[in-house]
């Protein structure tokens, strides 16, 4: 009973005309079947009774031939293909609708009946009509990569492939369009015979035989090349993506992977029916296998944890009194209760042990669980033998032992095995977090500049810093030593670009200067060693002289001078073009032998250096 | 600085190419006028900037740089913030070469450390040859004292590790997993905003991606560093170090000689 109908028994106006009444009447006239081929008018003297009875309208068929248009015209056009090598020669004809002429009408339709008309190579005068086919475009050549001389010196040498044998393979890549199974069966290269040995050697002259190549060797060499070239002509970061992918595919190519997958697929394919059930079977059976072997490890690793028993080796005295006898009991249950508790959190607890948990001696480590479990009772069986008033030297120290390991597994199992998990957890939290930072593409870390390394000190620094390093390490001397070295080679004092590449070449640069300046040190000192030595000689030769035998061994003196000096010579030839510096140690070096000598000869002192006091002080001590 | 925020990606380094230096000019009636106020003993105008390698944009790394410039200069530590697209900019005269101290702080998510350049200011032709400081007098009179640097990033932590690994390409693997780490940091929801204004990849003129660690292929004016320069400089080292090794052999050869005689004078001298 809606508010409308209490206005009607109350005989209220209705104060708003479009009331929902009106509504309704609408509703139900509006779901009636609209029957085709009868008046509104007629349908409605239905009333709400359709009406059952409909007649049958009869369709007329449509007049044929109104829209009648002229005929289609259809021409035998001729046409080429330029696909074709032979440049255009061969005109065949088709018949095809001319679309210039009808605007409105459709466009040509591109029909697979054209029929080709031989028409012979005669019609030379319809060369500019006729029109290249529309099948041409479907004439695809392979892109083989290309290479000149120089390309190739610098990029693609190889031990197994000569130039020609390349060339070779990238021309019959071109041939057959990339089919592998075609170039491998048509490869058959020759090649050339060394020139100019036939002259003297024509028997001995050895044809470099063929290598028989596999599919996959040559597939590998085309794709090494491929790689190659795409990375001379475009550096891998500026690469697309997918040119970026080809070309990791392509340098990943491994031979070795693909000959075995074929001798798999190969196997497969071969094996008889026999073969195949017994393989099945035998795969099932390592199913069964190792589902048992989980079982049986399973089941052992819960024998080891029932014999995970308190150390019997401290007498059992204690336990043959009735108390002692109560205590164990008691031990005992309690035991028993946390290790039920602990087989509830068993899975937890054990997740964290490696599958070779199995083996006896890890059962020991087993977990921080374990443990504690096995300290509780140690500490309680203390306790109890406390209580009993027995003590050796040895129980002793087993209590004590156990009171500190009390202490520390004071918290019960069930909370001690908590860390353990939540250690796991951790763990468990840093490798799923490992994965779930982006994996980058190989091309997406050289856009970015991500590299990995082993050891890190973690925070900004910058690339020059390295080199700055290098030169930080070195004491005050040894770096203007370097600096005075690299400028003698011409080496920038900063370098221009340190990039990663630079860097790292001017780091092996540098050792090998490293490695210079300290074999000059070594050769500066021994220069000095030398002219020591020579002193003492001199000096050794002015005593002899003074004793009157000096002739003899001055000649000899002369003579090694002299020797001395052929070598120097000899050597300064050799050591054309190295700096002023070592120019200034040769002329020293030539400088030295003279002076020797003349000491020899002259039996004087006088030009000597004020190392040959020194040594003179040296030989009176 | 704001706490770490994650944890640092282990043994990953990250580095960016960057450019930082001066250029100086002589004050000059046509040139280069002097505008009014300069004090009358300043003979240069020169400029030292911080900026992304072919003039990328390297603000979203780098947030402010501190220029550390003589102590006689009015006001000597100048910050410079970052703007979008634009280098770390800063403008004085003045008539002395000095160190100038370059400090970069970088941006709020990588929780680092600023860390310090130094730079000396040139204002005359330097170079070890008259040839060099000629080609430099030639550029127009300016006297141009760049360095090119890589920013490494070691460890960085994972927030901007993230944005660092971003924005260049449309992710490869991206998609899904992002979405899953979107929860972590405030930055990295901008860091997606940013995202989806590029979604193409934007090249510089030099052919180097926004927020990448390219480096140009060829030289341009104006951008002497590329990978050309850098093949150049190889070679350069290479062929040093072939040098350094002949002089090896002969030095050692050398060496071999004075040992020789040494040993010989003394057992002479044991007779």
């Known amino acids: ?621 | 600085m704001a706490p770490p925020a994650g944890k640092r990606v282990k043994g990953v380094q990250i580095f960016r190419p960057f450019v930082y230096g001066t250029t100086a000019q002589l004050f000059d009636d046509k040139t280069n006028p002097k505008p009014p106020g300069v004090p009358d003993d300043h003979t240069h105008s020169w400029t030292v900037f911080v900026k992304g390698i072919d003039d990328v944009d390297i603000t979203y790394w780098l947030r402010r740089v501190q220029f550390k410039l003589h102590e006689s200069i009015p006001n000597h530590v100048r910050m410079i913030e970052a703007t979008k697209n634009q280098p770390f900019l800063l403008r004085e005269t003045g008539w002395g070469e000095f160190e100038i101290t370059i400090k970069l702080y970088y941006a709020p998510e990588s929780s680092e450390k600023p860390q310090t350049l130094y730079h000396h200011l040139r204002l005359h032709p330097y170079g070890r040859t008259d040839e060099e400081k000629e080609t430099m007098r030639l550029n127009g009179g300016e006297v141009i004292s760049w360095a090119y640097e890589e920013q490494l990033f070691n460890e960085p932590y994972e927030p901007f590790y993230e944005i660092l690994t971003s924005g260049a390409v449309p992710a490869s693997s991206a998609g899904p997993s992002k979405n899953s780490t979107k929860p972590t940091a405030g930055g990295k929801s901008k860091e997606k905003g940013k995202d989806k204004d590029d979604q193409k990849p934007v090249r510089s003129e030099g052919g180097v991606l926004e927020r990448s660690a390219m480096i140009p292929l060829t030289n341009r004016p104006g951008q002497p560093f590329s990978r050309e320069t850098e093949t150049v400089e190889v070679k350069k080292l290479q062929e040093a170090l072939v040098k350094v090794e002949e002089l090896m052999t002969k030095t050692k050869a050398e060496v071999a000689g004075r040992e020789k005689r040494l040993k010989e004078l003394k057992a002479e001298a044991g007779k």
């Open chain 1, 1 to 621: 009973m809606t508010s409308h109908d209490v206005r009607d028994v109350l005989n209220l106006t209705p104060d708003h005309a479009g009331g929902p009444r009106p509504s309704k009447k609408q509703r139900t006239a509006a779901p009636r079947p609209n029957l085709k081929g009868l008046a509104r008018e007629v349908q409605n003297l239905g009333g709400d009774n359709p009406i059952a009875i409909v007649p049958q309208v009869s369709v007329f068929k449509k007049r044929r031939l109104a829209s009648r248009k002229p005929a289609a015209r259809w021409e035998l056009q001729p046409f080429t293909n330029s696909a074709r090598a032979d440049d255009g020669n061969l005109i065949l004809r088709h018949w095809r609708k001319p679309a210039v002429e009808h605007g409105t009408g459709p466009e040509p339709i591109q029909d697979g009946e054209t029929r080709p008309v031989e028409e012979g190579v005669d019609k030379d005068g319809e060369g500019p009509k006729t029109k290249d086919s529309e099948f041409a475009k479907f004439n695809v050549r392979v892109s083989v990569p290309q290479y000149n001389e120089d390309q190739y010196r610098t990029n693609l040498q190889s031990v197994e492939w000569t130039k020609e044998e390349t060339d070779y393979l990238l021309e019959l890549a071109t041939d057959f369009d990339l089919r592998w199974a075609i170039i491998w069966d048509r490869y058959d290269f020759v090649p050339k015979p060394p020139q100019g040995e036939d002259a003297d050697g024509a028997g001995t002259a050895v044809v470099p035989a063929p290598k028989p190549r596999t599919m996959e060797d040559l597939k590998a060499r085309y794709y090494e090349v491929a790689a190659k070239m795409m990375a001379v002509q475009k550096p891998v970061p500026y690469m697309t993506r997918p040119e970026f992918e080809l070309h990791e595919m392509m340098q990943n190519f491994n031979p070795e992977q693909e000959r075995k997958r074929k001798e798999f697929a190969l196997n497969t394919m071969a094996r008889s029916k026999d073969e195949a059930r017994e393989e099945e079977s035998l795969l099932l059976e390592i199913k069964r296998i190792l589902a048992r072997t989980e079982r049986f490890n399973e089941e052992r690793r819960e024998l080891y944890n029932r014999l995970d028993y308190p150390a019997t080796d401290s007498d059992i005295n204690s336990f043959k009194s009735s108390a002692g006898l109560q205590a164990l009991l008691q031990n005992l249950m309690s035991t028993d209760k946390s290790k039920k508790r602990k087989s509830i959190l068993g899975p937890a607890g054990s997740d964290g042990v490696s599958p070779g948990g199995a083996v006896p001696n890890s059962a020991a480590s087993e977990g921080p669980g374990g443990h504690a479990r096995r300290e509780s009772i140690a500490a309680t069986a203390s306790s109890s033998r406390r209580d009993s008033d027995v003590r050796g030297g040895a129980a002793a120290a087993t209590a004590t032992s156990a009171t500190t390991a009390r202490a520390s597994a004071e918290p019960t199992p069930t909370s001690a095995t908590a860390p353990g998990a939540i250690g796991n957890k951790k763990k468990g939290g840093a490798a799923a977090a490992q994965p779930e930072r982006r994996k980058l593409s190989s091309q997406e870390e050289q856009i970015y500049g991500v590299s990995y390394h082993d050891r890190l000190g973690s925070g900004p620094t910058f690339r020059y810093e390295r080199i700055n390093k290098l030169y930080s390490h070195k004491s005050g001397q040894q770096q203007l030593r370097m600096t005075n070295a690299l400028a003698e080679l011409d080496v920038p004092p900063r370098l221009v670009m340190p990039t990663a590449n630079v860097t790292s070449q001017f780091e092996v640069l540098w050792s090998s200067v490293t490695a210079l300046v300290d074999m000059r040190k070594l050769n500066d000192k021994l220069e000095g060693e030398i002219k020591l030595e020579e002193a003492k000689k001199a000096e050794r030769e002015k005593a002899k002289g003074v004793l009157g035998e000096g002739s003899k061994g001055g000649g000899g003196g002369g003579d090694e001078g002299k020797k001395e000096g052929g070598k120097e010579i000899t050597e300064e030839a050799a050591g054309e073009t190295e700096k002023e510096k070592e120019k200034d140690r040769e002329k020293a070096g030539n400088a030295r032998p003279e002076s020797s000598g003349k000491g020899a000869q002259k039996r004087s002192a006088s030009v000597l250096s004020a190392t040959s006091d020194k040594s003179t002080k040296r030989q009176k001590k």
